[in-house]
Every structure is written in structure tokens, then in C-alpha cells.
């Protein structure tokens, strides 16, 4: 591990040659806790030239998908995905109200479609209230961006679909 | 010994095929570096980091794209340059932040010694480090201080110090590991609670 180290103090002057960038892989793989001791090694050299220190290597998460920290405070990129789905499910909506104009649904509310001839499994009706959730949260987003750009908005109200269909 | 390959283009070519560790690589080396470039802009600690993180984030989302026509660094510079200025923008269309004005929030290039760095406790753990690495550095034996101060107080390269030192490469490589590994052992309890992670421990 000490090789591996001394490639890693080497690797941080910029004087680290391809062997030693297989030897801190490989490392890497042996021992998890190689970040650990190279972060600190990296601290010391960031004090010696007066850098701002951060635990920046050490908050990465191996394996995991990048999410920035804006993202994981206010998921609003992970919303627009979600925004997505959720415009695809209310496009469905239309189409269901349109084909089915028996049904009252407030046109002011967007709902997930639901047939009401089929009988819904527990799984399904999770699944409808997620993208009703989700529906919901994308037209609140929708309302909370418009309202930085234009100042005239209205803000979806509160749909009782489940009161609706009882 | 010499670098006969730009080890950080290497690095980003393992990332771009899905090597996650060669991006790890360059995390550990450049995150300091990149904090100090985010620090001019930005002045608080934990927001430092976040931006720190997300520049990394970004780039490695955007290094597919990256064709290396500069320097690793001085793409993730401006990628660092750019997330902290939005971040700057995206807080002046707040009225206020944290009940603060947001130009006092905000300064730009601001004094040193007006940054929210300089809490009683920043300040302490500072000084205290300056003046322990001070005391450790001058306490190393004379072949490896020697190396180390050359090295990072002189920037000159390893071969340019096996020159001075008239010792081999390989030396003058071990002798600057070794006083790092020194310094970092004596110093470690004053280095932990410098970066987010380690303040976190301390609670």
C-alpha cells in the first residue's frame, strides 16, 4: 500500500507515470479505504499551497448515479424527468376524457385517466396514485417556474380524485 | 520515472469508457484545487463544497463530450467557474437569503479577512495549522524538508530537484512521499474538521 501511496503522492505533482496510475487502480480495488488515506495525503498538499480544502472525493459514492447536490436539495432536473412521465400520463388523460364524456371531471384539474369497467389491482392503484402524485407535483413545478418568468399564474388546485371515483 | 504520458488524459479516457475510479483519480486531485477557484466567488463553507460536488458532477456527465483539445483542468475550471456564477445567479433573484441582504451574502472578491470563513472556529483551526505544518515541516529531516519545500514552496519539478539534490528521481519521489506521510500523521488531528465531511464527524 505504501507503493500505491507514493504513486499517489507522485500522481498529485503531476510526475506519476502510467504505471503508477495502473498501480493506483489497482488499489483502488484491493482496499476501499486507498480514497481515504489518499485524500488525506491530498489535504496536506492542498494546506502546503494554501488551497481551500473540501471532502469532495470522499462524498462521491462509488457505483452511485450522479446526482449534484442542487438536485438532491431540490430534485428540480429529477422532476422534469418525472414532469415527463407525468405529461405523458396527462396526455393519456385527455384522451381518456375525450373519448369518455359521460365521466365529470373538472377541466381545471388534471386527472390519470381511469377506466372505471376494469377492476384495478392494489398494484395498479399504487401505481395510478404515484402518477397522480407525480402529475400533481409536475403542474406545481409548472406554476412555481411560470411564476419566476411571467408573475401570472395559476396554480393547479388540489384534485379529490380519489373522493371521485368512491 | 519521468511522466512519459499525460496521466490525466489517460484518466479521463478510462472515465470516458466507464471507468469510474480513473474519474475518482481525478476527484482526489484536482477538488482542492478546484474549491480554491470556487472560493473566489463564493464564501461560504458548505456552499463551496456543494458547488465543488456539482461541478465534478457535471463533468463527468459532460465528459463523454470532452474531446481534450485543453487540459483537463482548465476545462473543469471553467465548468467550476460557471456553476458558481449560476449559483451566484440563481441566488440574486432571491429577495434575500437566510434573512440576509443578498449583497452581503454575495461578495465578490471580497477581502480574505471578511469571508464567513473566518468564524472564531475557522480561524483557530487555521492558525493552528499553520503554525503546527510551520513546526512540523521545519522538524522533518533535512533531505526530506529540503525535497518538499523545493517541490512545494519552489514548484520545481522532480527531476529538476534530483539536479539540486544530486539524488535519483526516485529518491527525491520517496523523500517528498515521506514528508507528506510525516506531515499528514502529525497534523492529522488538526487537518480533520477542515473539509465538511470531517466537521460532520466531529459532532
Do not use: C
Not at chain 1, 414532469?83 to 405523458?88: E, L, P, S
Amino acid at each position: 500500500m505504501s507503493k500505491a501511496n507514493e504513486s499517489f503522492s507522485a500522481f498529485l505533482d503531476g510526475e506519476a507515470s502510467e504505471l503508477d496510475i495502473q498501480r493506483l487502480l489497482k488499489a483502488m480495488d484491493e482496499d476501499p479505504q486507498s480514497i481515504q488515506q489518499w485524500h488525506d495525503l491530498s489535504k496536506v498538499k492542498a494546506s502546503l499551497q494554501g488551497d481551500t480544502v473540501v471532502d469532495t472525493a470522499l462524498n462521491r459514492q462509488p457505483g452511485k448515479v450522479e446526482t449534484t447536490p442542487a438536485e438532491a436539495r431540490s430534485p428540480f432536473w429529477l422532476r422534469l424527468v418525472q414532469g415527463g412521465i407525468a405529461a405523458t400520463v396527462a396526455a393519456a388523460t385527455v384522451a381518456v376524457i375525450g373519448l369518455n364524456q359521460t365521466q365529470s371531471v373538472s377541466p381545471e384539474v388534471a386527472t390519470v385517466g381511469v377506466d372505471d369497467d376494469v377492476p384495478l389491482t392494489v398494484e395498479q392503484v399504487q401505481q395510478q396514485v404515484a402518477a397522480q402524485q407525480r402529475l400533481t407535483e409536475y403542474l406545481k413545478n409548472h406554476a412555481e417556474q411560470a411564476s419566476f418568468t411571467s408573475g401570472h399564474v395559476v396554480v393547479p388546485a388540489e384534485p379529490n380524485w380519489i373522493e371521485e371515483e368512491q | 520515472m519521468t511522466e512519459s504520458v499525460d496521466v490525466d488524459q489517460l484518466l479521463v479516457q478510462k472515465a470516458q469508457k466507464g471507468d469510474s475510479r480513473a474519474f475518482d483519480l481525478l476527484v482526489l486531485k484536482y477538488q482542492h484545487k478546484v474549491a480554491s477557484v470556487v472560493s473566489r466567488l463564493v464564501n461560504e463553507p458548505d456552499t463551496i463544497e456543494d458547488i465543488v460536488q456539482e461541478a465534478f458532477v457535471k463533468a463527468y456527465r459532460a465528459l463523454p463530450g470532452f474531446r481534450g483539445d485543453s487540459a483537463f483542468f482548465t476545462w473543469l475550471y471553467r465548468i467550476a467557474t460557471n456553476t458558481a456564477k449560476n449559483h451566484l445567479e440563481t441566488l440574486s433573484r432571491r429577495p434575500s437569503y437566510r434573512g440576509q441582504d443578498i449583497d452581503e451574502v454575495t461578495l465578490v472578491d471580497s477581502p480574505a479577512s471578511l469571508r464567513e470563513f473566518d468564524t472564531p472556529d475557522g480561524l483557530l483551526a487555521r492558525g493552528q495549522l499553520e503554525q503546527r505544518l510551520q513546526s512540523t515541516l521545519s522538524e522533518l529531516p533535512e533531505d526530506l524538508r529540503v525535497a518538499l519545500t523545493l517541490r512545494e514552496f519552489e514548484g520545481m519539478s522532480y527531476q529538476e530537484i534530483s539536479t539540486i539534490m544530486e539524488t535519483p528521481i526516485g529518491t527525491v519521489r520517496s523523500r517528498i512521499f515521506r514528508a507528506r506521510e510525516i506531515i499528514e500523521r502529525e497534523l492529522h488531528s488538526v487537518m480533520s474538521g477542515l473539509g465538511r465531511h470531517d466537521r460532520a464527524q466531529e459532532v
